[in-house]
């Protein structure tokens, strides 16, 4: 034990010798949990900011088509642009994943994503709504169907999510940007 006590000493005297003419630091005020919680304040009002030029009702349920894969075309849209999506045509710029999220985060989320799109000129966008009890399943196409820069949606391909995923068109501001794949 005296080895090391002498150790201890030794390298005590090393360490003070090392710190010597620092002054120690005054304690931050501000707990490392209350700085979480105002970062956490501050994203939520930010997606609430980006998504909330529009509001997605629950009430409303537009006519979408019951048979076979989940799908809606705007009436100023042509049909050919459903296909498209089916067909895979369209190679989604942007995912969002909506697993795990209450209805309430998955429209803000979603509302975000729209305006997203927009802003960053991105045509194609994949939502993946997921299974589970298939609340977000049936939602989602509805809260879509109400959006006005949605033009297209189809039920993904597999590669991009199945029947647990829609690949979603958006408008551009400008008609005169070029499609993007």
């Known amino acids: 034990m005296k080895k090391n006590s002498a150790l201890d ?8 010798e090392a710190v010597a003419g620092t002054r120690q ?4 005020t501000i707990s490392p949990v209350h700085r979480t919680v105002k970062q956490k304040a501050l994203q939520r009002e930010v997606r609430e900011n980006l998504g909330g030029s529009h509001y997605f009702s629950d009430e409303f349920i537009p006519h979408l088509s019951d048979e076979g894969p989940m799908r809606y075309v705007r009436g100023d849209v042509s049909s050919y642009e459903v296909k498209k999506l089916r067909r895979g045509d ?10 795990g999220l ?14 997203a799109c927009r802003r960053e000129q991105i045509r194609c966008a ?17 809260w879509l169907a109400q959006h006005p820069f949605v033009e297209a949606f189809h039920q993904a391909p597999r590669e991009w999510g199945g029947d647990a995923a829609l690949l979603v068109l958006i ?11």
């Not at 209450?102 to 305006?115: N, R, T, Y």
């Open 126 to 142: 994949c939502v993946m709504h997921g299974h589970g009890q298939n609340i977000l399943k049936q939602q989602v196409p509805r």
């Open 90 to 99: 369209y190679y989604p710029d942007m995912l969002l994943d909506l697993h």
């Open 171 to 181: 408008e551009q501001s400008d008609p005169g940007i070029a499609q993007r794949r």
């Open 102 to 115: 209450s209805q309430q985060q998955a429209k803000l989320e979603l509302a975000a994503l729209l305006e």
């Open 25 to 28: 630091i005054k304690q931050d």
């Open 9 to 16: 000493e030794q390298e005590l005297a090393l360490f003070r």
